[in-house]
């Protein structure tokens, strides 16, 4: 499929000079085909309203008339320039910061093109962008795409280069799908579609166009699914686990806590799995704090006591040591040795680690994905658990499961996912649900409150540090740019820092070093840091019994699921237990989804709620955490385009016809190319 612009480097497009190559590699771009498939994730409005049209809050674009002199004010090294401006027979005051350099251009009697945000109470306009008709215009009217970028990549510079990359290469585009499936669902044709998605003259094309990449996307995502579960469904050469229950229950009685009826379920289902001569591939899902490590960590125990290894993946440091340091509590008493391989081990004890784990004389690995390097070999994997499965590519999961000969998989996530959706996105597992909470977890109570009761909200936190807990803090993300997110976290360490002065206040982000992370973790654990400012480093499984108190800024820039999540980091000792959410939603949607987690601390109700509020794909929309990553497609909301891709991928699969038939080859050599199916034979 696209073989051709697979292959050519993306130094090729026009205009693309050394130094865009390097930025365009920093964001995963290194051939023709990978630009031309970075899709936007959503678009500037530029269209003209109607001043009437507009409310008080929207960021909108309109047209008016220059009717008076423009004033500067200054306000130290800042400028104000504002001016009055008359559109659709309103009069009103368009304000630009720090742009004084416009004064001259702003005559009267002008036509001027402005976008902002209106202020309907003061008749005021924040101005963004400022266009002349009388120059030729650039944005007004269209649908500009905003694409995620990072490092010194802009905007303007990756639209240039998608743009000439499809006046280049555009017709070598070829249609991936068969026929009967583009005119079943009446598609637009690749090309076209793939053109539009970037340049979309208005809002119906953009929906036509991003419904025919949201099919594509589903379908081969299904397609690669059922492919492989229909080569697996057969096969007996799993490994065969023979611990007697007996010695399992030993085990399982030395735990520091009694397992919930939903846990025990889970563990029957899976040991039935382990018994059987198929390889087990589960899916193991519940919600934060339901005890999934328990239940992986007796599938781990009988692998071990069947004489195999086991593999336990993650997706962050942070994890990854606190597993290791739970799992070596839980196994020592039976002689089970637990090694730890992230990126930071290295020299000397890296090399002792990966020789120890050849020889056997280590029982279970835990790692992120350096557990997936080709130095690392195991005597003998048996099982093969993955936390936070989502966060890990289908590929990235199959290198560790061909680390040994078909060990069993159980992969979990902890955001609660509707069964059918659940069934649909993972359509290769069986799927396992804990929808119980262990027994003595005190809920934690929600409140949602305005930015204007922060003094409120400092008081709080005093009131639990003083009586010995811990409490953390989460920055928003403002841009998808991880610069932007570190200085906002930076930022607010510093207003902390000052508003707390007889605290110690810590700060955890995404570019401090592995030792940096694991240092101020360490400090928190140990209770010498009080409040930790953090990015959402700390979203996933972070354990720290003593803290109480969560502290969301602008939760409204978060989706449910995220929320949920970072909710689920306190509430893990015997103290009760609170989230603040800080936000002003302007919107009603938003103040219903703050509603949401105020109502509700059951995991699968939220993402119930969630599926209910999204409803169906939206073309400006965003995207749903917590299951597989799609370039245009978003599972929660296209479901219903999921389902239909399910079942077509699923009928075409078992048709022999589709394993010889000339029509489908290139759908068969886009298989055969999945890391996947390598070693598979699919003909």
């Given amino acids: 499929m ?92 368009a304000v630009w910061f720090n742009r004084n350099y416009l004064k001259d251009q702003l005559e009267l009697d002008r036509e001027i093109i402005l976008t902002g945000k209106w202020d309907g109470r003061r008749l005021q306009m924040n101005v963004t962008q400022s266009e002349f008709p009388d120059r030729g215009t650039i944005r007004s009217g269209s649908l500009q795409p905003v694409y995620s970028v990072g490092g010194d990549l802009t905007q303007n510079s990756l639209r240039k280069a998608i743009a000439s990359a499809l006046d280049q290469y555009g017709d070598a585009l070829e249609e991936v799908l068969p026929e009967d499936l583009v005119s079943k669902y009446d598609l637009m044709p690749r090309p076209q579609a793939i053109r539009l998605l970037h340049q979309p003259g208005d809002l119906a094309e953009g929906q036509e166009a991003r419904k025919r990449m949201v099919y594509e996307e589903l379908f081969l995502f299904q397609l690669k699914l059922q492919a492989y579960r229909s080569l697996n469904r057969d096969r007996r050469d799993g490994v065969l686990h023979t611990t007697p229950n007996a010695v399992i229950r030993e085990f399982v009685r030395s735990l520091p806590f009694e397992l919930t009826d939903a846990q025990k379920n889970v563990e029957l289902e899976i040991l039935k799995d382990m018994r059987s001569e198929a390889c087990m591939n589960r899916l193991l899902q519940g919600d934060v704090g339901s005890g999934k490590t328990a239940v992986a960590a007796i599938a781990l125990f009988t692998t071990v006591r069947s004489g195999f290894q086991g593999a336990l993946m993650v997706p962050t440091e942070i994890l990854a040591e606190q597993h290791t340091r739970s799992l070596t509590q839980m196994f020592e008493p039976f002689g089970i040795t637990v090694g730890l391989l992230t990126s930071s081990v290295t020299g000397r004890k890296r090399k002792d680690l990966l020789a120890g784990l050849q020889m056997g004389l280590i029982d279970i690995l835990v790692g992120t994905h350096a557990l997936i390097q080709d130095e690392v070999n195991f005597r003998s994997l048996g099982l093969v658990v993955t936390d936070e499965q989502h966060r890990f590519g289908v590929n990235q999961r199959s290198v560790l499961r061909r680390k040994g000969y078909n060990p069993d998989v159980l992969t979990m996530t902890a955001t609660p996912i509707p069964r059918t959706l659940a069934i649909t996105a993972f359509g290769d597992m069986d799927v396992s649900t804990i929808a119980e909470r262990p027994k003595g977890r005190v809920p934690i109570e929600t409140y949602w409150v305005k930015h204007e009761m922060m003094e409120r909200v400092l008081g709080f936190i005093r009131r639990e540090v003083s009586q010995g807990r811990q409490a953390y803090m989460i920055c ?32 955890l982000h995404g570019r401090m070093t592995a030792a940096e992370k694991e240092e101020m973790m360490r400090q928190f654990y140990a209770g010498e840091t009080h409040l930790l400012v953090s990015t959402t480093v700390v979203e996933v499984g972070v354990d720290v019994p003593n803290a109480t108190l969560m502290v969301i800024m602008d939760a409204d820039r978060f989706g449910l699921s995220q929320l949920h999540q970072l909710r689920g980091r306190v509430g893990r000792g015997e103290h009760a237990s609170y989230c603040v959410l800080i936000a002003d939603p302007k919107s009603e949607l938003g103040r219903q989804r703050m509603g949401v987690m105020t109502d509700t601390n059951d995991g699968f109700e939220v993402s119930r709620r969630d599926l209910e509020l999204r409803g169906p794909g939206d073309f400006f929309g965003t995207k749903q955490s917590g299951l597989p990553e799609f370039k245009v497609a978003d599972m929660v909301a296209d479901f219903k385009v999921l389902e239909q891709a399910r079942d077509d ?35």
């Fill in 2 to 93: 696209n073989n051709r612009l697979d292959q050519i480097p993306v130094k090729e497009v026009n205009g693309v000079g050394a130094r865009k190559v390097e930025e365009l590699h920093a964001v995963g771009v290194f051939t023709v085909k990978d630009l031309i498939e970075y899709f936007p994730f959503r678009y500037e409005d530029y269209r003209q309203k109607p001043l009437g049209d507009v409310k008080d809050g929207d960021k909108a674009t309109v047209q008016a008339k220059i009717v008076g002199m423009p004033i500067v004010q200054r306000f130290g090294k800042k400028t104000k320039l504002s001016c009055k401006v008359l559109a659709d027979y309103s009069m009103f005051t």
């Fill in 476 to 507: 928003p993300l403002i841009e998808e740019s991880e610069k932007l997110d570190v200085q906002n976290a930076i930022d607010l360490h510093m207003q902390m820092s000052q508003a707390l002065p007889e605290y110690k206040v810590g700060l």
């Fill in 649 to 683: 991928a699923a009928k075409l699969v078992e048709d022999p016809f589709f394993w010889t038939s000339p029509s489908y080859e290139s759908l068969r050599s886009g298989l055969e190319k999945e890391e996947t199916f390598r070693g598979e034979l699919i003909d």
